[in-house]
């Protein structure tokens, strides 16, 4: 059964910071993995989806890899911004499989 | 222009009550979703449609059942409802199957009295 970690589950930085947001999945046999963001009372947003076969997804200032062996991805975000505060959630979809298993989310608060 | 949209935004109900929320994508997407958020932020799957066809129907109680008129539409009712089911639901929609970028609506917040 396929489970999703999210370390840490809040961070707080100073605006410029670049950081990193950790994504760990217990099964590795994946189709493709989605981080997304969620503001406050508000659907989620889909930033970057990574297929099995990547390595890395890139979209402005951010950047997701994936390591499927080792059941990892990290999503990168450069020179942090007041905006970027959020909840960041990454997601799952097993091989032979249509769903995605979500993370519990990293908050994240980037102070001006 | 929403692209997917749900109403009611939020709903207030008593224990044992019968209610429908609404779901409509209007980007000509082949599958919808039907998420729970619970009071942890756990987002777990509960259906998905793909062409009016039901293809996941998770571990939900028989009380919680979903209607798909057509393929932009994606209802879900809920019979004789109970505390537990207070939660946030969002629905979600993607182009197929294969490709499924998802996108989510804003949420409806059920609250059980």
């Not at chain 1, 994504?23 to 990574?50: E, H, M, V």
């Not at chain 1, 769903?99 to 608060?109: A, E, S």
């Not at chain 2, 009550?17 to 942890?40: A, R, V």
Request: with cysteine; charged share 20%.
């Amino acid at each position: 059964k396929q489970e999703v970690t999210q370390i840490p589950a809040a961070l707080s930085v100073p605006e410029g910071e670049n950081l990193v947001l950790n994504c760990s999945f217990t099964d590795s046999a994946i189709y493709n993995l989605q981080w997304f963001r969620q503001d406050p009372g508000k659907g989620l947003t889909s930033l970057l989806l990574i297929q099995s076969s990547q390595r890395e997804q890139t979209s402005g200032r951010l950047n997701a890899s994936l390591d499927k062996s080792s059941g990892r991805s990290t999503l990168y975000i450069a020179a942090s911004q007041p905006g970027d505060s959020a909840t960041y959630l990454c997601a799952v979809r097993g091989s032979g499989t249509y769903k995605y298993i979500f993370g519990t989310g990293t908050r994240l608060k980037v102070l001006a | 222009d929403t692209a997917v949209s749900q109403t009611p935004k939020y709903l207030v109900t008593q224990m044992g009550n019968d209610k429908s929320i609404k779901c409509e994508q209007n980007l000509g997407h082949d599958t919808m979703y039907w998420y729970k958020q619970d009071s942890k932020k756990f987002l777990k799957i509960m259906f998905s449609y793909n062409n009016k066809e039901l293809i996941i129907n998770e571990t939900v109680p028989n009380r919680f059942s979903p209607k798909s008129p057509d393929k932009a539409h994606l209802n879900l009712h809920i019979n004789s409802l109970e505390l537990g089911d207070s939660a946030v639901y969002f629905c979600a929609s993607s182009p197929h199957l294969r490709e499924n970028i998802q996108y989510f609506g804003a949420g409806t917040r059920l609250s059980v009295l």
